[in-house]
């Protein structure tokens, strides 16, 4: 089946110590975004490309930063990840931006000890 | 700035009916989605409306009125697998899409 995944599913990483979460499609959708969801909040979109071009959301954090060689992979590097760094980072994809539907990953959450 | 609201919890009854609303103030508009998200899971669509009316798929209908900036998902014959949070998201005029934080719906036999 065509689909959306993330891994690893569930993350541990140090206070400081870089990290860097995965995303692959087999959809061949143009379109791959990156969300931060923290307990009972909306998903806030963190980044996305429409191919190769990158879109950088204005307030996400330059800890934040975003990967995509090729069509079926993305990444997401957190630098630095702080405390407020813990979260759910979903991965989206789209045929287009205008597409009426955006097809999750399962999502990989993050602890920061 | 943007905005999208609804109901932080709700309680229904198995076998009931449940409507959940989501009012909106958005820069522009260019279709309205639902999605559920079940407890540590990736949300999965529902629903998308981008005319005034009411589109029914099912167990679940949603229904869209742009000038009062509102919408409301039903469901009907509730089972308890339908015990998760409901989101409203508002795709503004950058095709942008504005995420309500949900609304935690508990199904209670």
């Known amino acids: 089946d065509a689909m959306v995944i993330q891994n690893p599913r569930y993350q541990v990483t140090q206070f400081g110590k870089p990290v860097t979460l995965s995303c692959s499609q087999t959809?061949?959708?143009?379109?791959m975004y990156w969300y931060q969801q923290k307990s009972s909040q909306a998903p806030k979109l963190l980044f996305h490309?429409?191919?190769?071009?990158?879109?950088n959301e204005a307030d996400t954090p330059d800890n934040f930063q975003s990967r995509r060689p090729n069509t079926s992979f993305c990444f997401l590097d957190i630098r630095s990840p702080g405390l407020g760094d813990a979260a759910m980072y979903l991965c989206?994809?789209?045929?287009?931006?205008?597409?009426?539907?955006?097809?999750f990953g399962p999502g990989t959450r993050l602890t920061v000890t | 700035g943007q905005n999208i609201d609804q109901p932080t919890e709700m309680t229904a009854t198995e076998g009931a009916i449940v409507q959940i609303n989501c009012t909106y103030q958005?820069?522009?508009?260019?279709?309205l989605f639902w999605y559920q998200q079940h407890a540590g899971e990736a949300p999965t669509f529902l629903s998308y409306n981008v005319l005034d009316g009411l589109e029914e798929k099912g167990r679940f209908s949603s229904f869209l009125s742009r000038s009062k900036g509102y919408s409301y998902l039903l469901l009907k014959e509730l089972q308890m697998k339908d015990s998760a949070s409901y989101l409203c998201a508002v795709r503004d005029s950058n095709y942008q899409l504005i995420w309500g934080a949900g609304t935690k719906l508990i199904i209670k036999p």
């Open positions: 490309y429409y191919d190769k071009d990158f879109n």
């Open positions: 989206a994809t789209s045929t287009r931006t205008d597409d009426y539907e955006q097809y």
């Open positions: 959809l061949n959708h143009n379109v």
């Open positions: 958005t820069s522009g508009f260019n279709g």
